[in-house]
């Protein structure tokens, strides 16, 4: 089965600055690649998805890239704000297969 | 819309005490999903439902039981809880395994 691994497992940014979580995956025949953000004492909120049929997507100011080739995908958050502090978890599917998550990383943004 | 409504919110168990989680969508998704989270660790799948009428195992289904009682509904049991089994526990639906997860805000259950 799909296996995702997913670092830092914690970072802490300055306000302003960027952030950056990476994630691997295993079976190459993954398609659909879903960021989710856990803010304390919620659920994960889906906040920008990918699907391999392109290498880039952003939305303001996150944004995530796929590299097929290599099987790995990041988050990229820019110009981080205290709101941006929270759990981020990735996953992976393929066709109707449910998702694999990452383990996830917790994000401070310090002021 | 009101999404993914899980019921109770809280809720403390004694040893050996049953009970039954409820998880309710409105969007009309196929698929259907119970997680637990633990302190430190990540999103751990129990049970799932591809579509109305079936069910499976996930990475950890021991000690739980699941029905998926229309397409609507999808409910978690505790037969005999155990202290193991406090968690936080998250219902979540999809249209299918590769669209977006949507969570409910989750059931804290303390089994004491």
């Known amino acids: 089965g799909e296996n995702v691994e997913q670092h830092p497992s914690t970072l802490s940014v300055q306000e302003g600055d960027s952030a950056v979580i990476k994630c691997t995956y295993s079976d190459s025949a993954s398609n659909y690649f879903p960021w989710y953000k856990q803010e304390l004492g919620k659920g994960p909120q889906l906040i920008i998805d990918i699907r391999s049929n392109v290498g880039e997507k952003k939305d303001q100011r996150i944004a995530v890239t796929l590299n097929k080739t290599a099987k790995h995908f990041s988050l990229h958050i820019t110009e981080t704000q205290p709101e941006d502090s929270a759990v981020y978890f990735c996953a992976a599917a393929f066709g109707n297969e449910k998702l694999t998550f990452g383990t996830g990383t917790r994000l401070t943004i310090i002021p | 819309n009101a999404g993914v409504t899980q019921t109770p919110k809280f809720q403390v168990l004694k040893t050996g005490q049953s009970m039954t989680l409820q998880c309710a969508q409105d969007?009309?998704?196929?698929?259907m999903y119970w997680y637990r989270q633990d302190p430190g660790m990540g999103l751990r799948l129990i049970y799932y439902?591809?579509?109305?009428?079936?069910?499976d195992k996930g990475e950890v289904p021991n000690g739980y039981n699941v029905s998926r009682l229309n397409k609507r509904e999808f409910s978690l049991r505790l037969e005999s809880a155990a202290p193991s089994q406090t968690s936080v526990y998250f219902c979540?639906?999809?249209?299918?395994?590769?669209?977006?997860?949507?969570f409910g805000s989750g059931t804290r259950l303390t089994v004491v």
């Open positions: 979540a639906s999809s249209l299918q395994g590769d669209y977006g997860y949507t």
């Open positions: 969007m009309n998704h196929n698929s």
């Open positions: 439902s591809a579509s109305e009428g079936t069910t």
